[in-house]
């Protein structure tokens, strides 16, 4: 099983500034299929990145995803307001599929 | 546009088996170009994947679950469904549908989620 290690736990940020998450993996992720979700309290997991840098239909351009192997990250530009949430990064290569345990960002 | 809602029991007992349901709208769930599945998150924890289903019938479970897991899935409804038997306290959680693009969920990650439906385990 792959573990997914993300970090930090919590970011804490303001408006406009840049936000970068990590996802570290224990074993090579398959053919990069490594995922990055978005979740607001109450929400289901919102699509933003798969195939590590391919972002989802309709996510904005200042969501990027990087990386390959065992190390990913997602960043985020500049923080719109509605961007403080929480952030998953999933594999997607190998059964069982794993997520990591989330990097929280909230607003400074 | 596609949509997936859960439907079962809100409180289940200790020992018992969940049968939860899900229904997909606006697309049907006969498509050989798609994947369907069950995840959960227990309050205030991380997500976990319980098991996928092809249109063909075959199923993935996780192994963590698979002693006590069922993943089936009824086109004439489109509908599929989820059964997890003997459970306990360690299974509450918000228990979720989604939809996957491909013939296999190593394809894409699932980009169509239900709401999501909250099970307690009480004892």
């Known amino acids: 099983e792959i573990v997914l290690t993300q970090s930090p736990g919590t970011l804490s940020l303001s408006p406009g500034e840049r936000a970068t998450l990590s996802c570290r993996a224990s074993?090579?992720?398959?053919?990069?299929?490594l995922a990055w979700y978005q979740q607001k309290p109450g929400q289901a997991p919102r699509l933003l990145i798969s195939g590590a840098s391919s972002r989802a239909f309709g996510i904005p351009d200042r969501f990027s995803g990087s990386g390959s192997g065992t190390d990913f990250t997602l960043t985020i530009s500049r923080l719109e307001p509605e961007d403080f949430a929480v952030y998953y990064c999933q594999q997607y290569g190998s059964s069982p599929l794993t997520f990591g345990g989330g990097t929280k960002v909230e607003i400074k | 546009q596609l949509q997936l809602q859960e439907s079962g029991p809100g409180l289940v007992k200790s020992s018992e088996t969940l049968s939860l349901t899900c229904t997909v709208s606006?697309?049907?769930?006969?498509?050989?170009?798609?994947?369907w599945g069950w995840f959960r998150q227990p309050p205030g924890k991380g997500l976990e994947w319980i098991g996928s289903?092809?249109?063909?019938?075959?199923?993935y479970y996780n192994p963590s679950l698979k002693s006590r897991v069922t993943i089936s899935v009824d086109t004439s409804k489109d509908q599929f469904s989820l059964n997890l038997t003997s459970l306990t306290a360690a299974d509450t959680a918000v228990y979720y549908c989604a939809r996957g693009a491909g013939s296999t969920i190593f394809y894409n990650p699932p980009d169509y989620w239900g709401q999501g439906t909250l099970v307690t385990v009480s004892s």
């Open positions: 606006g697309g049907s769930i006969s498509s050989s170009s798609y994947y």
């Open positions: 074993q090579s992720v398959s053919s990069s299929h």
């Open positions: 289903i092809y249109q063909s019938g075959s199923t």
